[in-house]
């Protein structure tokens, strides 16, 4: 949702950016107003998005990849929460610089084609680490009930099977 979102958004500004001498005076500028509001809708969508991404990613993905290694997991960490804040220091400067030697319009550009690039090779990356990891195809409930059981020692198999010789 995140990535087409911004290419939602990009689109659409670049859009008014191209025609708001029109947009504005369509039905009294309540058509340039909707493209406004449509456009911070769906970047507050994008957002939660974003953040629903990085707490499944940072808090359930790399404790499945690294393992229980307290270790590896917190240079994965440190390593995630280094890409997130040299992200958004640098992509704010990037846009910020393009708008300025550029125009609106070729940011928004920019920001769309970004979107819908990075899109590409994050959704491919994530499917290359499900695919090498299979632990993070079993479901929270499942490694939940496998924990408590080995904790009280019971294989899996044996919890089904009804005792022979007990009333």
């Given at each position: 949702a995140l990535p087409i979102s911004g290419v939602i958004c990009g689109m659409v500004l670049m859009m008014v950016f191209l025609f708001k001498t029109q947009l504005t005076s369509m039905y009294h500028g309540w058509l340039l107003t909707a493209c406004y509001i449509f456009v911070i809708t769906v970047a507050n969508i994008a957002n939660l998005?974003?953040?629903?991404?990085?707490?499944?990613?940072?808090r359930d993905w790399i404790v499945v990849v690294?393992?229980?290694d307290r270790g590896r997991l917190a240079d994965m960490n440190a390593n995630v929460r280094r890409?997130?804040?040299l992200t958004n220091i640098l992509a704010p400067m990037a846009v910020g610089q393009i708008m300025t030697f550029g125009s609106p319009v070729i940011g928004c550009g920019f920001i769309a084609g970004w979107n819908l690039l990075s899109m590409c090779v994050e959704?491919?990356?994530l499917w290359k680490v499900y695919q090498k990891t299979?632990?993070?195809a079993i479901k929270a409930g499942q490694k939940m009930e496998e924990q408590e059981?080995?904790?009280i020692n019971i294989p899996r198999d044996a919890e089904s099977k009804p005792e022979i010789g007990r009333a």
């Open positions: 998005a974003s953040t629903a991404m990085s707490i499944t990613i940072q690294a393992n229980e890409i997130d804040q959704y491919l990356l299979p632990a993070l059981l080995k904790q």
